[in-house]
Every structure is written in C-alpha cells, then in structure tokens.
C-alpha cells in the first residue's frame, strides 16, 4: 500500500514538471487557431451598398402576376320582415259636455187665457224661458139620451109632445150636421143615470138611446225651461192644484 502511494505520488511529481517545462500554448496549438477579424466599414458605405443591392433587386424583380379570386359564394337574399308599426298610446282627450242638461215641464190646462198669462209671470220673473202654447181638444159633457129618425123639425116636436103627455117634459131638439132635429133628454155625468132614464123613455115606447157628448174647447199651456243646475221651481197655489192645473215634466224643445 505504501508503495502504491509512493508511485502516485511520484507520477504527479513527474506530470507537474512536465508542464512547467512544454507550455501549454503548444501543446493546443491548433484548437487555438482563431479567425481572422473581418474589416470595418463606415456607416456611410454601408449604406450605399444596401441602396445599390435594393436597386439591383428592384431591377430583377419579376412583374408581378394577378392571382384570379375565387368569388365568395353568393349569399341568398332574405325579403326583408316589414316592421311592425308602433301601437301609439291612446291619449286622454278632453271632450266637452254637450249633453243636455235643460229641466223643462208644462203647466196647465188652463181654460182662461188670462190666468195662464198670470201664472206664467210667476216663472218668467224667475228667469225662467217660458213660452205660451194653446190647442184644441174634445171636452167630455157626459152621456147623452136622446131620440132620434125626426126628418123635420115639426116631427121631432110631435114626439116632445107625446112624452110630456106621459110625464118626461126635459126636452130639447137640437140639430147635428150627422143629425138632425134630434130630440135630446137631457145629459148626464153619471152613464148610470144616462141608462135609466133611457130605459124608462123606452118603456113609455119610445126608441130612446145614448152616446158620449163633446165639446170643442180652446186650452192653453205654458211652456217652461230652466237649466239643472239650477233648482226646480214650483210656483202653483194650492188652489190651482185643486182645480186640476198642474206641473208636468216634459221633454225639451230643440233649441
């Protein structure tokens, strides 16, 4: 062992003096070799070079060729949705009232001009529009008994003769267009009383009969109109309501 170690050691003895002898330049001398350096240009040269290579590209560039484009695939053409149109919202209107609002009623019947005239001041002081109106009407008188078939005055009296003789002595002959020389008994208001007396005239042997007696008769109204607002006026007496004059509501007149 220490034999071994005693040759080692004498062996990097040996290498040790071997390179301090032979330098190390030497030994390596041609993986040392190191390129020559290239030599410098100025900036200025440099340029000019690079112009004159870019001129002789330019120079021997080949034209250049177009290159036919495949054109796109046509693309279908969709009819256009029409559009839906906007729905306006409603807008608050503002309407005038022209409903009528007129209260309008007619009081009457009056047989007297004169009491509707005065009866109608009471409203028209009241600015009230009031307006006289008249009209001609039948005015029932009740049931009538009578005999009739005279063809002259002269007979109808021979039969008033007869029945006074038997005791009926209320007669009158009156005159129709319809007919004439009629022989009235009397009018009643009650159509009972009417009939007894004509059964009685008939029992006598008299053709005797009834029928509803009229009259022509001018009446008078007055027209009265006040708007609603305002308050109703009621402006009759208490005796005129007894008499059967009243105030009815009635529809207005166009204005």
């Known amino acids: 062992m220490k034999v071994f170690f005693a040759l080692l050691l004498i062996g990097n ?58 054109a796109p695939p046509a693309i279908p053409v969709v009819p256009a949705i029409p559009a839906i149109p906007a729905i306006p919202e409603p807008e608050t209107l503002v309407t005038e009232d022209v409903s009528d609002k007129r209260v309008c009623y007619t009081i009457g019947p009056f047989k007297d001009k004169a009491r ?16 006289l109106k008249s009209s001609r009407e039948k005015q029932y008188m009740g049931m009538m008994v009578y005999i009739g078939g005279h063809k002259t005055r002269a007979a109808a009296l021979r039969t008033a003769n007869r029945l ?26 009650l159509k009972k009383n009417a ?47 007894e008499d059967g004059i009243s105030q009815i509501p009635t529809q207005c007149l166009p204005s």
């Open 13 to 70: 003895i040996a290498f040790a003096v071997f390179q301090f002898l032979v330098p190390y330049d030497q030994l390596f001398v041609e993986g040392r070799k190191v390129p020559a350096a290239e030599k410098l240009q100025l900036l200025s040269e440099a340029n000019s070079e690079v112009v004159k290579q870019v001129e002789v590209v330019a120079a021997v560039e080949p034209p250049e060729v177009e290159v036919a484009q495949e």
């Open 116 to 131: 509707a005239i005065e009866i109608s001041g009471r409203y028209s002081g009241r600015q009230i529009t009031i307006s």
């Open 164 to 189: 006074s003789a038997k005791g009926v002595r209320d007669h009158i002959i009156i005159s129709d267009p319809d007919q004439p020389n009629l022989l009235s008994l009397g009018v009643f208001g």
């Open 195 to 241: 009939d007894r007396l004509k059964y009685r005239v008939q029992k006598l042997g008299f053709a005797a009969d009834t029928e509803p007696r009229y009259r022509e008769r001018t009446i008078f109204w007055v027209y009265a109109e006040q708007s609603s607002e305002e308050q109703l006026e009621q402006l009759l007496k208490q005796p005129e309501l």
